[in-house]
């Protein structure tokens, strides 16, 4: 038909035949992963259009993955018998044999939360880990929340409390009851590798990061480096999305390039100069923590180690004075019933928002001066005290709040106690009239602060409040318990609280005040993750999958990185970017170039024995021509070229891991078969040379 149409016509010779070819057999194929990228863009513009927020696409949107298909001479020419099951659209497009390949692939989903669960789904649509030889495992150590219900799709309201990795596990099973999927509750990280070990990750084909930190991500990519495993790594941010792949011995790895860190409030700028709802809401978290948790948790600490006050008078700076009268004064003035919790909240709401505002204007008037520019300007919100009243809802949820949960922190029951009962204990309260003192010091930056908080400590009161708290007898009925901030459960108070107290500063700052949801985002770090992003960013992981698939089992030189697509979108733009993996930066040493996925395989292993840490350097002098200086594992220094002779000779005649196990003082774990060991070399010219890391093979 084509050759047919162009016969004749002007520009005949430009008709790509082998593009034609292909279209003509898979133009009948449906790939999930399609779908979910162009149902997330379709989605957002809906949302665009309902909402008038953002800019719609007012042009042609072309999208296309020819570098997933097959070559021509590879193209599924024997359509005719294929079985017209969920996979028939996918065989289509690849034929019989990828689709098995599909099936048959072992992949570690890390994190089920809003990217996890459309990975899960989408890997139950295409047939991934459905094979004889095929799994997935994945894991997520949190709990299901009210707020992950309206972008976590596989998550129901009657789920709420239970794991995560559990139910989408189970979801994506109902969607194909074939899934060979396990789902796992433990952290990722250095204290769980007696559970990841070399065993799982031999028996994986790639790994999939649902991760929301920094951290994990980097350990992440870390193991995917040392098991040599593809990584495809992912995240979103609003309607922003990105992702990127990591292939083994090509492209650089997610650690080789970093964002800059997260810009952190100032702590004058919390403590006395907010000028945003942020400041204020982190002010009330913080102000949380200190009532209500740190207090339950020095109490514990107190009772069950008996060293602890001495501990605590050991730490830097004013700490040891600060903790200490804490301490004392919890132990002496803790509330015997709920009137003394009343009372104890609408002291705090005369000292946070009237008493400090009033010494603070009492240190810098409204109308002073700091070197000729007005102090209250700029960023500095000049602030006025608050007046409480109890007709005030914002007044009276702080006290009802600050009280019910103080009361909890002590273990004071709060049943059949109304608003009305806690506001009229409020009022009758007896409020200290507060005069401001001459000599406070009020840090005006965080240099300032933290010469004040680092400044020198006299010694003896500090000892002095020790003491007193070792004389102290402590009630036997007495009990704190610290209260863990929990932002999604609305009847336990903590959330009336955050947003009373941010509130109240707020007014105080003349800075616009948050509801409670606004609140809630804030203080609880909610990432803000939309569906459609979601489904965007994960179609674009698994075409890449795709293509890791097709790859798989070829030597790195066949494989053609260009093929590969990193991505950068935001669907409020609308603005869509692709480009190609970096290839990982080449070094070298003597006349050998190795990246960061290279490093030198050691076999341990002797006939009745190991290899001998002289042995090992011996080995790199004679077989590398490299001269080790420095030899270490972890954070234990084993060899080093100025180690005392005696203590150098006994180590070169031990073998490596009782080296290791001599430094370290302590038994290598029984799960661990090889050793990570960082040495430092010269080359023959007694020039230092960066080298790759040892694997040293112990079993």
């Not at 989903?109 to 880990?129: D, I, Q, R, S, T």
């Not at 810009?263 to 923590?289: G, M, S, Y």
């Not at 180590?651 to 009782?658: D, L, Y």
Request: charged letters at 25%; one cysteine or more; hydrophobic letters at 35%.
């Amino acid at each position: 038909m084509a050759k047919k149409f162009y016969s004749g016509e002007e520009g005949a010779e430009e008709m790509n035949k082998e593009l034609l070819t292909k279209l003509s057999y898979v133009c009948r194929g449906e790939l999930m992963p399609i779908v979910s990228f162009l149902g997330g863009i379709a989605a957002q513009e809906v949302v665009k259009s309902c909402t008038g927020k953002f800019m719609p696409l007012k042009q042609f949107l072309f999208f296309d993955a020819l570098e997933c298909l097959p070559s021509e001479d590879k193209l599924p020419f024997d359509q005719t018998d294929y079985p017209e099951d969920r996979y028939y659209r996918q065989r289509l497009v690849f034929g019989r044999e990828f689709q098995q390949k599909i099936s048959n692939q072992g992949n570690f989903v890390v994190g089920a939360g809003a990217l996890g669960c459309e990975f899960l789904k989408n890997f139950a649509m295409m047939g991934l880990g459905c094979g004889q030889n095929g799994r997935i495992v994945v894991t997520d150590m949190d709990v299901i929340e009210r707020s992950n219900l309206n972008r976590q799709f596989l998550f129901r309201p009657w789920d709420m409390g239970k794991c995560k990795s559990t139910v989408a596990a189970d979801a994506a099973r109902r969607m194909n009851p074939e899934l060979s999927i396990e789902s796992r509750l433990d952290r990722v990280g250095p204290d769980t590798e007696h559970i990841y070990d070399d065993k799982f990750f031999s028996l994986l084909s790639s790994v999939t990061n649902a991760l929301d930190n920094i951290d994990a991500r980097n350990y992440m990519d870390r193991r995917c480096v040392y098991y040599h495993l593809p990584l495809l790594e992912s995240g979103t941010l609003g309607t922003k999305g990105n992702v990127q792949v990591v292939l083994p011995f090509l492209t650089e790895s997610y650690s080789s390039s970093s964002d800059p860190p997260e810009k952190e409030i100032a702590i004058c700028t919390l403590k006395h100069f907010p000028n945003a709802i942020q400041h204020t809401v982190q002010w009330a978290r913080d102000l949380f923590e200190g009532f209500f948790c740190k207090p339950g948790k020095m109490f514990k600490q107190l009772q069950g180690e008996a060293d602890y006050i001495e501990r605590v008078t050991k730490m830097p700076g004013n700490e040891p004075a600060v903790m200490l009268s804490e301490l004392k004064l919890m132990l002496q003035k803790n509330p015997v019933s709920f009137p003394d919790c009343v009372t104890w909240a609408r002291l705090q709401f005369e000292d946070l928002f009237c008493s400090q505002i009033k010494q603070l204007l009492f240190n810098f008037p409204p109308d002073s001066e700091n070197n000729g520019v007005l102090f209250w300007s700029g960023s500095k919100r000049c602030p006025n005290p608050a007046q409480y009243d109890a007709a005030n809802d914002t007044h009276a949820d702080f006290v009802e709040s600050a009280s019910r949960l103080y009361a909890e922190t002590f273990g004071i029951s709060t049943a059949g106690v109304t608003r009305e009962q806690i506001l009229s204990l409020a009022s009758a309260t007896g409020v200290p009239v507060f005069k401001p003192r001459e000599g406070v010091k009020i840090a005006t930056t965080d240099q300032e602060a933290q010469e004040m908080g680092t400044g020198p400590v006299d010694l003896d009161p500090t000892q002095s409040v020790a003491d007193g708290l070792k004389a102290l007898k402590v009630p036997q009925n007495l009990s704190i318990s610290p209260l863990e901030f929990e932002k999604d459960d609305d009847s336990n108070h903590h959330m009336d609280f955050v947003t009373a107290t941010s509130n109240l500063r707020a007014a105080n700052y003349q800075i616009e005040q948050a509801d409670k949801h606004k609140s809630k985002g804030i203080a609880g770090k909610i990432i803000p993750a939309i569906a459609t992003t979601t489904a965007a960013v994960v179609g674009l992981v698994c075409i890449e999958l795709y293509k890791l698939i097709r790859d798989q089992g070829c030597a790195k030189e066949q494989i053609n990185h260009e093929n590969y697509k990193n991505a950068f979108i935001n669907l409020a733009l609308p603005f869509f970017a692709f480009s190609e993996p970096i290839l990982a930066e080449k070094k070298k040493y003597n006349e050998t170039e190795f990246t960061l996925w290279d490093r030198f395989d050691i076999d341990g292993r002797r006939a009745g024995g190991e290899m001998l840490l002289g042995e090992l350097i011996g080995l790199f002098k004679e077989k590398y021509k490299l001269n080790i200086t420095m030899l270490s594992q972890g954070v234990a220094l084993i060899f080093a070229f100025f180690t005392e002779a005696k203590k150098k000779k006994e180590r070169m005649e031990m073998s490596v891991s009782k080296a290791v196990e001599s430094v370290t003082k302590k038994p290598l774990p029984e799960h661990v078969g090889s050793l990570v060991l960082e040495i430092c070399c010269d080359d023959p010219e007694g020039n230092d040379v960066e080298v790759p890391y040892i694997k040293y093979d112990l079993k």
